[in-house]
């Protein structure tokens, strides 16, 4: 198999009747979701596309985007994942950038896609609520046989995740069939307990078109014949609902969404028949780990991983023991090393900056696929991490966001850690500000528990805590801080954020 839509094919054939796509109202088994997915990949095919042609899916969580996200890979396109919260501005722009053939949406960005329309001389648009849309997707009318889908090699193009854009424009990670089937690969093959087995029943509420949601929870969940259960949007009461009533047994989660569960009163029995519970996209605090261990008696299996990984590098899953403030070991054909500035291995217990080596890396940057890794095919992730004595990986921070005060680093995690043991705070995130002594200071954004006055006593808690150059010399309370859609921290937000 080279072509991750041939999951889906060998899923229905091993177990046709098992529940694939599954949501509050509706239920599409795996034979059901091959025989939608070959209409889809017969419909683009007859619009002319050539193969390689790249196809925009903005869609929130539900069956379409699975059905039409395999369908433009089994034709032999590249599948663009569009967050739904884009403006009409930046979808044009992205679209432009990946010179995409073809928008196809849903009734959420209907809006936006309108506005596409008109503006885009060369990008056909199409509404998966349409006639149109439904019929690529397979709803009503009888199908025309199995599609005969075109020959795919592990080097092709299979999805142009854009990122966050957190440092500029997004940049298009070139990620091919070989590169995500080999994450899926190594995902399989954790065991003790298991990333995923055939009977387990998976929450997918992170975007599926963020690439943990996407190659991590959809793609894995097909590799193995699993079923995925979607829901649009977190809410925690309703989602703690869902779990309960949709029989969901395995977890991909965000810190945010274990923060949130933890002050619901059905916590504990909504869990009951959860066998994993995982979380990713940025840092679980510890405290939030313990917590929900307390409550539900369940641990949290914490990850790391990136966009140009495919995404998953490191887990506890691979070292086979939940540990707050870890995220685990390298799986299975993942390296992983740990350099300083010059590029050399640091000494043992010291923060350097995370290499990865692995089959599941990113073919470049597009469009002419820009060096991503190095010669000899480490890629840079600009995560400062440590290892630590049981030989597990802990993060430390991005380089990027490393603050250097009169000469000394400073890392915001660790900073914030510190804050965030104070009584009144919920939520605290450190930054950099211009300094014109010491180059840089320390900022610290909060967000108070609720009903909570201001402290008077932050400073003195921080400066018996840290050392002097560490602490914030700028302290701000804001009602929120800016999030990504996974939840992660949005920090270059943070310098113009005014209590």
Same mark, same amino acid.
């Not at 780990?289 to 641990?299: A, D, E, S």
């Not at 095919?377 to 603050?403: K, N, P, Q, S």
């Given at each position: 198999?080279?072509?991750?839509?041939?999951?889906?094919?060998?899923?229905?054939?091993?177990?046709?009747?098992?529940?694939?796509?599954?949501?509050?109202?509706?239920?599409?088994?795996?034979?059901?979701?091959?025989?939608?997915?070959?209409?889809?990949?017969?419909?683009?095919?007859?619009?002319?596309?050539?193969?390689?042609?790249?196809?925009?899916?903005?869609?929130?969580?539900?069956?379409?985007?699975?059905?039409?996200?395999?369908?433009?890979?089994?034709?032999? @396109?590249?599948?663009? $994942? +569009?967050?739904?919260? =884009?403006?009409?501005?930046?979808? !044009?722009? *992205?679209? #432009?950038?990946? &010179? /995409?053939?073809?928008?196809?949406?849903?009734?959420?960005?209907?809006?936006?896609?309108?506005?596409?329309?008109?503006?885009?001389?060369?990008?056909?648009?199409?509404?998966?609520?349409?006639?149109?849309?439904?019929?690529?997707?397979?709803?009503?009318?009888?199908?025309?046989?199995?599609?005969?889908?075109?020959?795919?090699?592990?080097?092709?193009?299979?999805?142009?995740?854009?990122?966050?854009?957190?440092?500029?424009?997004?940049?298009?990670?070139?990620?091919?069939?070989?590169?995500?089937?080999?994450?899926?690969?190594?995902?399989?093959?954790?065991?003790?307990?298991?990333?995923?087995?055939?009977?387990?029943?998976? @929450?997918?509420?992170? $975007? +599926?078109?963020?690439? =943990?949601?996407?190659?991590?929870? !959809?793609? *894995?969940? #097909?590799?193995? &014949? /699993?079923?995925?259960?979607?829901?649009?949007?977190?809410?925690?009461?309703?989602?703690?609902?869902?779990?309960?009533?949709?029989?969901?047994?395995?977890?991909?989660?965000?810190?945010?969404?274990?923060?949130?569960?933890?002050?619901?009163?059905?916590?504990?029995?909504?869990?009951?028949?959860?066998?994993?519970?995982?979380?990713?996209?940025?840092?679980?605090?510890?405290?939030?780990?313990?917590?929900?261990?307390?409550?539900?008696?369940?641990?949290?299996?914490?990850?790391?991983?990136?966009?140009?990984?495919?995404?998953?590098?490191?887990?506890?899953?691979?070292?086979?023991?939940?540990?707050?403030?870890?995220?685990?070991?390298?799986?299975?054909?993942?390296?992983?090393?740990?350099?300083?500035?010059?590029?050399?291995?640091?000494?043992?217990?010291?923060?350097?900056?995370?290499?990865?080596?692995?089959?599941?890396?990113?073919?470049?940057?597009?469009?002419?696929?820009?060096?991503?890794?190095?010669?000899?095919?480490?890629?840079?992730?600009?995560?400062?991490?440590?290892?630590?004595?049981?030989?597990?990986?802990?993060?430390?921070?991005?380089?990027?966001?490393?603050?250097?005060?009169?000469?000394?680093?400073?890392?915001?995690?660790?900073?914030?850690?510190?804050?965030?043991?104070?009584?009144?705070?919920?939520?605290?995130?450190?930054?950099?500000?211009?300094?014109?002594?010491?180059?840089?200071?320390?900022?610290?954004?909060?967000?108070?528990?609720?009903?909570?006055?201001?402290?008077?006593?932050?400073?003195?808690?921080?400066?018996?805590?840290?050392?002097?150059?560490?602490?914030?010399?700028?302290?701000?309370?804001?009602?929120?801080?800016?999030?990504?859609?996974?939840?992660?921290?949005?920090?270059?937000?943070?310098?113009?954020?005014?209590?």
């Amino acid at each position: 198999m080279t072509n991750i839509a041939d999951f889906v094919r060998a899923s229905a054939a091993a177990r046709p009747e098992h529940p694939a796509l599954v949501t509050r109202t509706s239920e599409l088994s795996w034979g059901q979701v091959d025989q939608r997915v070959d209409r889809v990949a017969r419909a683009l095919s007859e619009r002319g596309l050539a193969r390689g042609a790249r196809v925009a899916l903005m869609a929130g969580n539900r069956p379409e985007f699975a059905l039409a996200y395999f369908g433009i890979l089994r034709a032999g @396109l590249v599948a663009v $994942p +569009l967050n739904t919260g =884009y403006t009409s501005h930046e979808v !044009l722009r *992205l679209c #432009a950038d990946a &010179g /995409a053939d073809l928008l196809i949406h849903d009734g959420s960005a209907g809006k936006v896609a309108a506005s596409v329309s008109r503006r885009a001389l060369n990008l056909d648009v199409v509404a998966l609520d349409s006639e149109a849309g439904q019929a690529m997707v397979g709803v009503g009318g009888a199908g025309r046989g199995a599609f005969r889908a075109p020959r795919t090699t592990a080097r092709d193009l299979a999805v142009l995740m854009y990122t966050s854009g957190s440092e500029g424009q997004p940049k298009g990670v070139m990620l091919s069939h070989g590169a995500l089937k080999a994450n899926i690969d190594a995902l399989t093959r954790l065991s003790k307990p298991a990333a995923m087995t055939k009977d387990d029943r998976l @929450l997918i509420v992170l $975007p +599926l078109f963020h690439i =943990y949601g996407l190659n991590a929870g !959809l793609g *894995l969940a #097909a590799k193995v &014949g /699993a079923t995925s259960v979607l829901l649009e949007r977190f809410d925690p009461r309703s989602s703690l609902t869902a779990i309960r009533e949709l029989g969901v047994t395995n977890v991909a989660g965000a810190p945010p969404m274990y923060v949130s569960w933890s002050a619901e009163g059905s916590l504990r029995e909504s869990m009951d028949g959860v066998r994993l519970l995982v979380s990713g996209a940025s840092a679980l605090p510890p405290a939030v780990f313990q917590q929900f261990r307390t409550i539900t008696g369940k641990p949290i299996w914490e990850g790391y991983g990136l966009t140009e990984c495919s995404p998953v590098v490191t887990s506890t899953l691979a070292s086979r023991r939940p540990k707050p403030g870890s995220v685990g070991r390298p799986v299975v054909g993942v390296q992983v090393t740990l350099r300083d500035t010059t590029g050399q291995e640091v000494q043992e217990g010291d923060p350097g900056e995370l290499w990865v080596k692995a089959k599941s890396l990113l073919s470049g940057y597009w469009p002419e696929g820009s060096a991503a890794v190095d010669a000899d095919g480490w890629f840079h992730t600009g995560d400062v991490a440590i290892l630590d004595e049981d030989g597990d990986y802990r993060l430390v921070d991005r380089r990027r966001d490393l603050v250097i005060v009169s000469g000394f680093n400073v890392y915001p995690r660790e900073v914030e850690a510190v804050i965030s043991t104070h009584p009144a705070v919920a939520e605290v995130a450190v930054i950099g500000v211009p300094h014109p002594l010491t180059g840089e200071s320390v900022k610290a954004v909060i967000v108070l528990n609720k009903g909570v006055p201001e402290p008077d006593d932050l400073r003195a808690f921080c400066e018996a805590r840290l050392a002097r150059f560490k602490c914030p010399s700028i302290i701000e309370f804001v009602p929120k801080l800016p999030r990504a859609v996974t939840g992660k921290i949005t920090k270059t937000k943070l310098k113009d954020v005014h209590g």
